[in-house]
């Protein structure tokens, strides 16, 4: 299923009463916004998607907000076509795993591509009035999350395609006391664009180019086909093209057309596109507060400088607001599927009683095995299989913090039958490994600080939750459960009765 556009996924989920339109007033200024507490009651009623289009202390009152389109596993699954988010997952790596079905993209005339409905040159661009701004939380600054950002190899001009967040300057506070001029308010954009752990393509890019004393090009295109979002989220290896996994994803080829300013490529059908350069002096500043997806604040963060030399968008467009914060949040699901396709897709290559794998929206890696007991190949596989996470491909499995491996009979989506296995099925001095020396998910605030001023490097928990069979006991007592089948016979009996 290849939806033409993001227009065309809300369709999607309006028809299936995923979404609802909504004018109910929310104020989305810098200190007095609603839009964060609006995302917590929505994840804990587990709340549908938003169109919200009477927004106070909106710079672009006429531009609609898309808020919580991804905010549910189900729904998250509905960019491929099922609602089963396992079967969302097992689509997600098959097509990973055999870039024999990648299809290369397709380009088009402009004056074929909506996003170039209008076309806002450098000399009369101003961020403050040409892109929407919502402001969520205590955060100082505004960003721009529903983009995919482009770049080329400076070396080798092959391209990336990446989810990467963008930061703005207007309006925004300086986490410091200090202030943003005028032209930086009006014509810059920052990008969470650094070649540091745990490592991102347009970072290799920057820091290339940054030694070669050239400019980085960078597209940003906003709101486009959400299967393209989340091939942009994988964790490809560098120098193969995110839009052709894209199109394997979709089954059909992504349009392109190309950049007014620079020579890049962006989806005919994105809502807004903005074009930028990296100078090669790199200017960075300073911005925060910022919430992250682990759920803090950072007092302060340090991002590149942009400077924006065109945006174009379409006649009417849409916007997409969204927040990192304690999770979950609408789009935690949208980078955790991503990051379950890659793992999955590394390990079955390598191990092939690895039967899934599930990531939780507070980053805990759950591992189901398809054998346990004495069906295991070699005692203590589960201990082998913890490792092999760690050295998983990708960018963030080596940042696995606390992993656990479960046998067959334990669902890895039931954090209560994690628990349970975990319980009931291991020794902790025995069956747990402690690495002191793990890689650290960057924003974790309890992991040692680095020279670089983040967490370089992590202690980290693998548990081995699979029955000890043969290594400790040669039989293990049965589980007292009932059989699902029988459940729903029971179920079925007492219809309408209870
Ligand atoms: C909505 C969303 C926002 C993201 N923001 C960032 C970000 O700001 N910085 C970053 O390094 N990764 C971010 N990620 C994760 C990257 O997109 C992901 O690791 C991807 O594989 C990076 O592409 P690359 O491997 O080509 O560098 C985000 C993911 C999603 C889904």
């Excluded at 609802?20 to 007033?25: D, E, Q, T």
């Excluded at 299809?103 to 074929?112: E, G, L, Q």
């Excluded at 001009?157 to 967040?165: D, E, F, K, S, W």
């Excluded at 979002?229 to 193969?240: D, E, R, V």
Aim: include cysteine.
């Amino acid at each position: 299923m290849a939806f033409k556009d993001m227009r065309a996924f809300l369709a999607h989920l309006e028809e299936a009463g995923q979404l609802r339109r909504v004018n109910v007033p929310f104020n989305v200024e810098r200190g007095r916004n609603e839009l964060q507490a609006l995302m917590r009651h929505l994840a804990e009623t587990n709340g549908p998607a938003l169109i919200l289009d009477n927004l106070e202390g909106y710079n672009t009152p006429g531009v609609p907000l898309v808020f919580n389109p991804y905010g549910t596993r189900e729904r998250t699954a509905m960019i491929l076509g099922t609602r089963d988010p396992v079967e969302a997952k097992l689509r997600h790596f098959k097509v990973l795993q055999d870039p024999s079905t990648w299809i290369k993209p397709k380009m088009v005339d402009a004056a074929k591509a909506p996003c170039k409905d209008v076309v806002i040159p450098r000399d009369k661009l101003s961020v403050d009035k040409h892109i929407p701004h919502v402001f969520f939380g205590r955060e100082g600054a505004s960003y721009i999350t529903g983009g995919v950002g482009v770049s080329k190899d400076p070396e080798t001009g092959i391209r990336n395609v990446g989810a990467y967040r963008v930061t703005s300057f207007w309006n925004s506070e300086h986490p410091q006391g200090g202030s943003y001029s005028e032209a930086q308010q009006k014509k810059q954009l920052s990008m969470f664009a650094f070649w540091n752990p745990p490592m991102s393509h347009v970072g290799l890019h920057l820091a290339k180019a940054q030694k070669m004393g050239r400019p980085l090009e960078i597209a940003i295109a906003c709101q486009v086909d959400p299967a393209l979002h989340l091939a942009s989220a994988t964790g490809i290896p560098y120098g193969m093209d995110e839009y052709d996994y894209a199109g394997g994803l979709r089954g059909a080829p992504v349009e392109l057309v190309k950049c007014e300013t620079v020579d890049l490529e962006v989806p005919a059908t994105a809502e807004y596109v903005i074009e930028g350069v990296f100078r090669p002096d790199v200017p960075t500043d300073i911005i925060g507060w910022h919430s992250n997806s682990v759920g803090y604040y950072d007092k302060h963060q340090i991002f590149p400088i942009l400077d924006v030399t065109c945006i174009t968008h379409r006649k009417d467009p849409l916007w997409y607001g969204t927040i990192e914060m304690m999770p979950p949040f609408d789009h935690n699901y949208m980078a955790l599927m991503p990051i379950e396709g890659e793992l999955l897709a590394d390990l079955q290559r390598k191990i092939p009683e690895v039967k899934d794998a599930v990531v939780t929206p507070n980053m805990t890696y759950i591992v189901q095995l398809s054998v346990d007991g004495e069906s295991k190949p070699h005692p203590e596989f589960g201990k082998y299989v913890l490792h092999a996470v760690w050295g998983a491909a990708g960018r963030w499995p080596r940042t696995a913090k606390m992993l656990v491996v479960v046998g067959p009979d334990v669902d890895p989506y039931d954090i209560s039958a994690v628990e349970w296995a975990i319980q009931t099925r291991v020794q902790p001095v025995s069956d747990i490994i402690m690495n002191r020396a793990g890689q650290a998910f960057v924003l974790d605030p309890s992991a040692p600080k680095g020279p670089q001023g983040f967490p370089t490097s992590s202690e980290q928990m693998g548990i081995d939750a699979t029955i000890k069979v043969p290594e400790r006991f040669s039989d293990y007592a049965e589980v007292s459960q009932a059989d699902r089948a029988q459940v729903e016979q029971v179920a079925r009996k007492l219809a309408g009765r209870l």
